[in-house]
């Protein structure tokens, strides 16, 4: 049986060092990756640190329901890919 664990917490917190240590002795454990329409910072990678996708992409994934859930955060827009969670359960 699959589980989806929501781990959420303000900006800057702490959720992905703590995840990563979490994570860390679990091989059990899938880390769901979010889209987002806010450009790279130095050292990201898209499909590890997020989907980074064109405005234009978002709003078709809104319109088509790709997203499981998503919120716009100054000025950018983040979501959650249905077929990416999907695939990891």
Avoid: W
Avoid at 57 to 79: C, K, T
């Amino acid at each position: 049986m699959s589980k989806i664990f929501v781990f959420s917490g303000a900006s800057g917190v702490g959720k992905s060092s703590a995840l990563k240590r979490v994570m860390a002795d679990r091989d059990d454990l899938r880390f769901s990756v979010s889209c987002t329409t806010r450009d790279p910072r130095p050292g990201e990678v898209d499909g590890v640190s997020y989907f980074f996708v064109s405005k234009e992409r978002f709003e078709e994934m809104i319109a088509n329901d790709e997203l499981l859930e998503y919120a716009q955060f100054v000025s950018n827009s983040y979501g959650t890919p249905k077929h990416y969670v999907e695939s990891k359960l």
